[in-house]
């Protein structure tokens, strides 16, 4: 087959001809430069060309290519669950046989007691609706989605809403380099001119000597060019001429004659023709080979190289500038006859995008580590994380370093290292694995093919949306519309915030159904005078209340003050258990104790079943409200709270104390309710009820914020 400049590479082949031919092998390999590639060298399928033509006999199609080999390998990688979908579920069938005992033990008492079958069974799943918390998988699954459409809103477009909250609780973020932290192509920052033995900045004046290093520089590259060094060449070479310049224009020196990329390291050599008649001979390449041709004094060639080696230091990529003199009347067979000039070096980065350091910097104050996890050479990439800050950004290991680790190593080299360089696709994942068996909650970053296992084996996979490869983005949960670094300190963010509200949602909905079972066990196991008070239309009444408040009025809290300056979480930590799960519960049992207080006293004092029914469950749904406005936030008080704007959540308490008056004041709701007509002072009773059951946890934290400011002055 037959491939040319700017056409992709339609499969795996192996070169038979090559002329000056150039392959972009980003996807593949990660490197931020084109490859040079001669007969019997392979070119691989994805890949694009950049300079010059080839005839390549094909080798393999399909999934036996080396893109489709890494695409197969996708397959094998299992999509995990998020931390907390197995903490919610796990709790979730917990409580569900819980549900199912507390059914068959009320079924069986109920029946013993009354003998009647039907009422059994009704209070039997009154008890069960009340215990079972199946608002919990409505609020995770609505504020995952809500979560997810606020971050599109932000150009980050997720694939799978439920890694929204984990992006909370990422603790390593692996980052590819080109295209994520550098920007797309690149350009010539500095320049060295021979004739003055002067390092140049660039952009920046230039002498006429320096000036003739980025001319042929220049005329050496195509007119127009399609690879990104020779791009750069040419930008660099706009902004030092001006259009007065007669070399401004291309068009006043053609290409009477060129030589293509050849040697070991290569060369390049366009001769052009000016406006008087004049030739220009314009030699490029590697710093090597223009020596070689220059014939330079050894004192001389070993001072070039010093400076191209602090230069390659720094990741920059060096190439010689020449200028060759022609005898007429023919041009010679190869480029290395003519009689050659050397001139100077022109040095090209792949510079970090604008807001790399903020961004980094973002992470670290989020207690994220960075890894730089790239293809590119050692040198580039340390030097890159250099240039945007990245802690740790000398400490290096490479690929092959990675493959020959066994297990007990690589995890203790990887918790270590900041940048890894020369990776490819099985390096990079087992970085990945390395990071998860540590415990770690891994964001991985990547934008070509050979990013594809690790994205998928990341438990959040982040792909570029413009540069990323298809496979790249099939195999990423989440995608970044810009190719913007920045989008992901906005989705960490936005995860913070959702875990923060998720929690405050979940603590709601246990310490809300506590006094609802308690309601129906307690009178039911005491044998009180009224045991089933409530029947399952109170309860319903109670769940379509409280599903709107958890799912959308909580995931509408805006966030707290501080967040991104906190570490992330654990990956064992868990609202569902232990302290925080202790707290739900006592708020719970407070609030059933104010509830069975009313009905308690109520009874004692005589009132009729439809008396004491209406006042305990006003009491109780007071105490909803209540404990809706207390939970909005763990640490501020809710004189502080109730400033912060809430649409969603002001309508929610708004319709909830609208639909009791309706049940306790309109006669068709309150005969429905089997409610009786209170007056308003008892219903100012039950309001002071559900405030001594929910009102100290305002107490709680007072006391809790002045030992925490205690702590903090000592």
């Not at 998020?82 to 033990?105: C, D, E, K, S, Y």
């Not at 980050?156 to 692996?174: D, N, Y």
């Not at 540069?467 to 989705?491: F, H, I, Y």
Request: charged share 15%.
């Amino acid at each position: 087959m037959l491939i040319e400049e700017g056409e992709r590479v339609p499969a795996d082949g192996v070169l038979d001809e090559a002329n000056d031919f150039s392959v972009d092998e980003s996807i593949l390999t990660g490197e931020s430069v084109s490859v040079v590639k001669k007969p019997g060298e392979p070119v691989f399928l994805g890949t694009n060309t950049v300079s010059g033509s080839a005839w390549f006999t094909l080798s393999a199609v399909g999934q036996q290519t080396e893109l489709g080999r890494i695409g197969q390998s996708l397959i094998a990688i299992p999509t995990e669950k998020t931390p907390l979908q197995v903490q919610i579920n796990q709790f979730v069938g917990r409580m569900a046989w819980i549900g199912f005992v507390a059914f068959a033990l009320v079924c069986g008492i109920n029946y013993a007691r009354s003998g009647d079958w039907v009422t059994a069974v009704l209070f039997g799943l009154t008890l069960a609706m009340s215990i079972l918390p199946e608002e919990i998988p409505v609020a995770f699954s609505s504020f995952m989605a809500l979560g997810a459409a606020r971050l599109s809103k932000a150009g980050v477009l997720t694939k799978q809403p439920q890694t929204v909250e984990s992006l909370g609780s990422a603790t390593v973020i692996c980052t590819d380099k080109t295209g994520t932290i550098t920007q797309e192509g690149m350009r010539v920052c500095q320049l060295y001119d021979g004739a003055t033995d002067s390092l140049l900045p660039l952009p920046g004046p230039l002498s006429p000597t320096a000036k003739s290093v980025l001319e042929y520089a220049r005329w050496s590259s195509e007119t127009d060019p399609f690879d990104a060094m020779e791009k750069a060449i040419v930008a660099a070479f706009r902004e030092a001429f001006t259009e007065a310049d007669p070399a401004f224009n291309a068009d006043n020196y053609p290409i009477v004659h060129e030589y293509p990329l050849a040697g070991t390291p290569p060369m390049m050599t366009h001769v052009r023709k000016g406006p008087a008649g004049d030739i220009a001979v314009a030699g490029k390449g590697a710093v090597e080979h223009i020596l070689a041709v220059c014939h330079l004094a050894p004192a001389t060639s070993e001072y070039i190289r010093k400076t191209t080696r602090e230069l390659s230091q720094n990741g920059y990529r060096v190439l010689g500038v020449a200028s060759g003199a022609w005898q007429p009347p023919a041009f010679p067979a190869e480029q290395d006859a003519f009689n050659w000039s050397f001139l100077g070096l022109i040095a090209l980065e792949n510079p970090p995008k604008p807001n790399a350091k903020a961004v980094i910097e973002a992470f670290t104050d989020a207690g994220i580590r960075v890894k730089l996890i790239t293809g590119d050479f050692a040198e580039t990439a340390q030097a890159i994380a250099r240039q945007v800050g990245l802690p740790g950004a000398e400490t290096l290991v490479t690929g092959q370093e990675i493959m020959a680790m066994d297990e007990s190593t690589l995890r203790h080299r990887t918790a270590q290292t900041a940048v890894f360089a020369r990776m490819f696709p099985e390096a990079k994942l087992r970085v990945v694995n390395a990071l998860k068996s540590l415990g770690e909650i891994v964001a991985m970053t990547g934008d070509g093919v050979n990013d594809g296992p690790a994205l998928k084996a990341a438990h959040i996979g982040v792909a570029m949306g413009k540069r990323g490869t298809e496979v790249a983005r099939q195999a990423a949960s989440l995608v970044l519309v810009d190719d913007d670094l920045g989008g992901m300190v906005k989705a960490i963010a936005q995860g913070r915030r959702i875990y923060q509200n998720l929690k405050k949602a979940i603590a709601y909905i246990v310490s809300i159904h506590i006094p609802i079972i308690l309601m129906v066990a307690v009178p039911l196991l005491a044998n009180w005078q009224w045991a089933n008070l409530f029947s399952p239309i109170h309860i319903i009444f109670l769940e379509l209340v409280m599903g709107p408040t958890c799912s959308i009025a909580f995931e509408n809290e805006p966030a707290e003050p501080g967040q991104m300056q906190q570490p992330p979480r654990r990956a064992t930590d868990t609202f569902l258990a232990g302290p925080e799960l202790g707290r739900s519960i006592v708020q719970g049992l407070a609030i059933s104790g104010a509830v069975l207080g009313v009905y308690y006293v109520a009874m004692k004092n005589g009132e009729s079943v439809e008396t004491v029914r209406t006042l305990a469950f006003a009491t109780l749904v007071m105490s909803n409200i209540l404990l809706t406005l207390v939970n909005r936030s763990f640490t501020q008080s809710i004189s502080r709270t109730i400033r912060i704007p809430n649409l969603l959540l002001s309508l929610m308490l708004g319709l909830t104390f609208a639909l009791l008056l309706t049940t306790l004041f309109v006669p068709a709701a309150r005969h429905l309710f089997g409610f009786s007509t209170i007056s308003i002072p008892a219903l100012g009773w039950c309001g002071l009820a559900a405030l001594i059951g929910v009102g100290w946890v305002e107490v709680y934290k007072l006391v809790s914020r002045t030992k925490t400011n205690t702590v903090q002055l000592q």
